[in-house]
């Protein structure tokens, strides 16, 4: 890993940190915070203990980083209270705050790429179209499960899980949650191929099958 990309890494990642720990300061509320963040907690250590054994493709580290700054916002303010939300409920006069959506649009986004890059390094699976599909049910399978975490935490806390929830009402929610998610990992999957296998070329110096899709070149 050249010099300077390790150094900018490592200056992500303190930032990072440091917007992790700015955003739990003074959150709305203290247990939805911990519950939204909790995946950052979890990724920030494993990206960190194999940097250098499986150090991960540019676009994907960007990704990352993006999708830390949602949940961090949306477990400071609770996705149902964040202003960005406010600001696209009025400008496309929505029935509720549609930031939580983004939020599971990036779901499905990032560890879509996450699947690809595992799929297409570790040569697990031949052929772009099925790892792009299979990379999708990947999205799939992980969307599902968030839906039974936030089902087993309104079971355990009931009214005090209304946050975490944040289904402002909508019976649909868990449907639409989903279905962003699910975007997200088509968007990820059509749009990003090549530019995510050229970047996987670059960092593993491997000019073998790759997992491209036929799609637009970003």
């Known amino acids: 890993?050249?010099?300077?990309?390790?150094?900018i890494h490592l200056v992500s990642f303190v930032v990072l940190a440091a917007l992790l720990v700015l955003s739990g300061l003074h959150p709305f509320d203290r247990m939805t915070w911990v519950l939204e963040v909790f995946p950052i907690m979890v990724v920030m250590p494993l990206l960190w203990v194999t940097y250098n054994r499986f150090p991960l493709t540019p676009l994907l580290y960007i990704c990352i980083f993006l999708h830390a700054l949602v949940l961090m916002v949306g477990g400071a303010y609770t996705y149902a209270r964040v202003p960005l939300g406010f600001y696209l409920e009025d400008l496309f006069n929505l029935s509720r705050n549609p930031y939580d959506k983004i939020g599971h649009f990036f779901q499905g986004f990032v560890p879509a790429l996450v699947a690809r890059e595992i799929f297409v390094?570790?040569?697990y699976v031949r052929g772009g179209n099925m790892t792009g599909f299979l990379a999708v049910?990947?999205?799939?399978?992980i969307s599902a499960t968030y839906e039974l975490i936030e089902w087993g935490a309104a079971v355990a806390l009931g009214q005090g899980a209304d946050e975490f929830l944040g289904t402002q009402g909508d019976p649909w929610d868990t449907q639409s949650d989903m279905l962003l998610a699910f975007i997200g990992g088509i968007v990820a999957v059509f749009f990003f191929s090549r530019l995510h296998d050229r970047q996987i070329t670059r960092l593993t110096g491997d000019e073998a099958e790759t997992g491209s899709m036929p799609g637009p070149t970003i």
């Open 121 to 123: 390094r570790g040569r």
């Open 137 to 141: 049910c990947v999205v799939l399978a």
């Open 1 to 7: 890993m050249p010099v300077r990309r390790a150094q």
